[in-house]
């Protein structure tokens, strides 16, 4: 059964621009979830999708946003770079809501210089 | 607000030197409790989920155990292969299903 997989593996840009990170959940999850994980804050939750609505969400600024398609594939959107959003972007997935274990993707390395 | 810590923040072991990784938490009414293991460059990989005070989960050579305010990570005989980082996280009532991640304990295993 395949993982939950994430494209690109590596992205650099530029301040200024922005980006959009794809995730594919595991076959038969419904619910993807994102997280940053940088050296000096860890790893912090950014939203949660289920059914294409996000229905949780963290302490982040509106520049990050994302979407859920009916096939349950997720994107993730960052506005206007700026260079402390360098960090690897994880994508989690789970059956659905009432299930807890998430499981990662290998994640998203975001380089903005 | 949901508090996770970890420590040590690192521990070098030596082939077969037992030891244990602790996680403290503050939530809100717990509904789970994860630990991870990340190597370098990779996502996170589940490990294991303990629900209530008392639960013991057991794979291979790693033992996690649940207290009321934390948690055990066992690591028995260690071997090269279980170097990594072990991430906790509590999934709390009040905060819907996210994860609140310590910052995590690198584990140097030497042969």
């Known amino acids: 059964k395949a993982g939950v997989t994430q494209t690109p593996r590596y992205l650099i840009k530029t301040r200024g621009q922005q980006v959009t990170l794809s995730c594919s959940p595991i076959?038969?999850?419904?619910?993807v979830s994102w997280y940053q994980q940088t050296p000096g804050q860890g790893l912090q939750f950014l939203f949660e999708y289920f059914s294409e609505t996000q229905r949780n969400k963290g302490n982040f600024p509106g520049r990050f946003s994302g979407r859920q398609f009916s096939n349950s594939r997720s994107e993730m959107n960052v506005s206007t770079l700026e260079l402390g959003d360098s960090a690897l972007y994880l994508c989690?997935?789970?059956?659905?809501?009432?299930?807890?274990?998430?499981?990662f993707g290998p994640g998203t390395r975001l380089t903005v210089l | 607000e949901d508090q996770v810590t970890q420590s040590p923040e690192a521990l070098r072991l030596q082939e077969g030197e037992s030891s244990s990784l602790n996680c403290s938490y503050t939530?809100?009414?717990?509904?789970?409790l994860f630990w991870y293991r990340q190597d370098p460059g990779k996502g996170p990989e589940f490990l294991f989920t303990l629900y209530s005070a008392g639960e013991e989960k057991e794979k291979e050579r790693l033992k996690a155990t649940l207290t009321k305010k934390e948690s055990f990570l066992h690591i028995t005989a260690p071997k090269p292969e279980d170097s990594a980082t072990y991430l906790c996280a509590v999934q709390a009532g009040a905060a819907g299903n996210k994860l609140t991640f310590g910052g995590g304990t690198r584990v140097l295993v030497k042969p």
């Open positions: 989690a997935s789970r059956l659905g809501l009432a299930a807890n274990e998430q499981f």
């Open positions: 076959s038969g999850h419904r619910s």
């Open positions: 939530v809100s009414g717990l509904r789970g």
